[in-house]
């Protein structure tokens, strides 16, 4: 079984400052990782994910997150927010073994950028 | 091209009534999940179709929760005897086909609240 543990319930910010959202997980076996955003009044959606290669993953509108195994942690950093980042984002994490599909969310970290 | 959908938005309900929610996939995914969002939990996973295979019903709370997913395509989440416990919002996610890469769509969702 895995468990994602995402250590700050809020973060509020300054517009233009930089910001790390802190996940950690646990499993027994290799894991695929993902963040997932949610904008106010809005659905979920995947901001980047982990499967192999690489451990350093980027977004499209300027966040990355650096997979590090022996830390078992998915960090996820933007060096400079802008207000339209405030949203909820949940760190999750899937078994990467086929026909395990499921999705295990952290409880999510709400990010507040303040003017 | 169209989305998840998911109806009703929202639905109000009184203590042990039941309760039918629905999700229309993105068409041509074989595969759907069914998560719940609520304040105390975050986001837990309820249930997953593959295609005819056999549901994974590993994420569901209780006997009172059983969801059907009819030629492939729309499913129906039915929950009954509704308790306070039950409110929360309910999201459907669609994926294109069971692989080594997990990427979920979701949909808006259905806010569930029980009086």
């Known amino acids: 079984a895995q468990s994602v543990t995402q250590l700050d319930s809020q973060v509020p910010v300054f517009e233009e400052a930089p910001v790390e959202l802190r996940c950690n997980y646990s499993?027994?076996?290799?894991?695929?990782l993902f963040w997932y955003v949610q904008y106010p009044n809005q659905g979920l959606q995947l901001l980047l994910k982990y499967l192999s290669g690489s451990t350093l993953v980027e977004s499209i509108n300027g966040f990355e997150a650096e997979f590090n195994k022996s830390q078992t942690s998915f960090h996820l950093r933007k060096p400079s927010v802008h207000i339209s980042d405030t949203a909820e984002y949940f760190c999750a994490v899937s078994d990467s073994r086929s026909g395990s599909e499921k999705l295990v969310f952290g409880k999510g970290t709400k990010l507040t950028v303040n003017p | 091209g169209a989305g998840v959908s998911q109806s009703p938005s929202n639905k109000v309900t009184e203590k042990g009534k039941d309760v039918e929610l629905r999700c229309d996939p993105i068409?041509?995914?074989?595969?759907l999940y069914w998560y719940r969002q609520s304040l105390g939990q975050g986001l837990e996973f309820l249930i997953y179709f593959q295609g005819n295979s056999a549901p994974d019903k590993s994420g569901l709370p209780s006997d009172r929760f059983s969801a059907e997913r009819t030629g492939g395509s729309v499913s129906t989440l039915t929950i009954q005897r509704t308790q306070q416990e039950d409110s929360a919002v309910y999201l459907c996610?669609?994926?294109?086909?069971?692989?080594?890469?997990?990427?979920?769509?979701f949909g808006p969702g259905t806010r569930l609240t029980v009086l």
């Open positions: 499993s027994s076996v290799s894991v695929y």
């Open positions: 996610a669609s994926s294109s086909r069971p692989s080594s890469y997990n990427e979920q769509f």
């Open positions: 068409s041509g995914h074989t595969a």
